[in-house]
């Protein structure tokens, strides 16, 4: 167990739907990442939030928007969906945003766009 | 194109043998990482190496950073069903942001 938690499991959606994926970070961590891990595309970097700003962004489609709360959760919104955004996305924390910093995977979200 | 290359994609090998894992890139890198992810989770780093050249153990595990610093190598002794599961490599790009290899996916056969 990372200590990073991330609800829901599983989300099944039907295409142009808008769906939330939440993260909590490990306690005492204040950088939240943000990945996407699809079958074609492998492990990719969608974004990432220090202490309540963003702080790095990857390849993070303009559908896509993220944000962390006073709390430090996150929380990652995709919207009008498509056949391909179906996907593992998976929260990361660690410490603070030092570049050498250890990242904790949470478990993940499958997400399945119908 | 991928900045990391990893080989072989798929590997199905017994319980008690051995095996290597590569991870190949024309870029050089200051450090590199190796995860393992087991289905149904996260990657979970298992060693990072810095030095060119380096050789880290891990139980059965030997993870090398060639001299070049473009290239790592992951050996797993005696193999066991535990060792199942996607092993990533990863770097990091000049914003510091992590890229990750395509994986090569291990079954380990009892």
């Known amino acids: 167990d990372s200590g990073v938690t991330q609800t829901p499991k599983h989300l099944i959606t039907a295409t142009g739907q808008r769906v939330t994926l939440r993260c909590s970070p490990r306690?005492?961590?204040?950088?939240v990442y943000w990945y996407q891990q699809s079958l074609d595309q492998g492990l990719q970097f969608l974004i990432q939030?220090?202490?309540?700003?963003?702080?790095a962004k990857g390849n993070i489609l303009e559908r896509f928007s993220a944000q962390q709360f006073p709390d430090l959760h996150s929380e990652l919104n995709l919207s009008s969906l498509e056949l391909g955004d179906s996907a593992l996305y998976f929260c990361?924390?660690?410490?603070?945003?030092?570049?050498?910093?250890?990242?904790?995977f949470g478990p993940g979200t499958r997400l399945t766009v119908l | 194109t991928q900045l990391l290359e990893q080989s072989p994609q798929f590997l199905s090998i017994q319980e008690g043998e051995n095996l290597t894992v590569y991870c190949n890139s024309s870029?050089?890198?200051?450090?590199l990482q190796w995860y393992r992810q087991e289905p149904g989770e996260g990657p979970v780093l298992l060693v990072t190496?810095?030095?060119?050249?380096e050789v880290k153990k891990l139980k059965r595990l030997t993870f090398q950073f060639g001299d070049a610093r473009k290239d790592s190598s992951l050996h797993i002794t005696a193999a066991q069903p535990g060792d199942t599961g996607l092993y990533l490599c990863?770097?990091?790009?000049?914003?510091?942001?992590?890229?990750f290899g395509s994986g090569t996916r291990l079954l380990v056969r009892p």
């Open positions: 306690s005492g961590d204040l950088s």
């Open positions: 939030y220090y202490n309540g700003e963003e702080r």
């Open positions: 870029s050089v890198f200051s450090s």
């Open positions: 190496v810095v030095t060119g050249g």
């Open positions: 990361a924390s660690s410490v603070a945003s030092q570049n050498y910093d250890e990242q904790f």
């Open positions: 990863a770097v990091r790009d000049s914003s510091y942001k992590l890229i």
